[in-house]
């Protein structure tokens, strides 16, 4: 590790542990935002702003996990 590298961690670790937060978030996304050339990640939050309101408008309608899978087998005839 370069000492200024070292000196940077020495210091964040020193921050409260909002602010270490704040840094370890920045950083993360940096690395993460960094690799989302093809915009996967901007459709992604497209689709969940678009499911979001669909919920909030009340277009749709959340189905108990259980149940899902309860009319899926009943389908099935399983």
């Given at each position: 590790?370069?000492?200024?590298?070292?000196?940077?961690?020495?210091?964040?670790?020193?921050?409260?542990?909002?602010?270490?937060?704040?840094?370890?978030?920045?950083?993360?996304?940096?690395?993460h935002?960094?690799?989302?050339?093809?915009?996967?990640?901007?459709?992604?939050?497209?689709?969940?702003a678009?499911?979001?309101?669909?919920?909030?408008?009340?277009?749709?309608?959340?189905?108990?996990?259980?149940?899902?899978?309860?009319?899926?087998?009943?389908?099935?005839?399983?």
């Amino acid at each position: 590790m370069e000492p200024d590298t070292a000196t940077l961690i020495r210091e964040a670790l020193a921050l409260d542990v909002d602010q270490r937060a704040l840094v370890a978030n920045t950083l993360l996304a940096s690395i993460h935002d960094s690799g989302n050339a093809d915009g996967v990640d901007d459709t992604w939050r497209i689709e969940v702003a678009k499911r979001l309101d669909e919920l909030r408008s009340g277009t749709v309608e959340l189905i108990d996990a259980d149940e899902h899978f309860a009319r899926l087998r009943a389908s099935l005839g399983t």
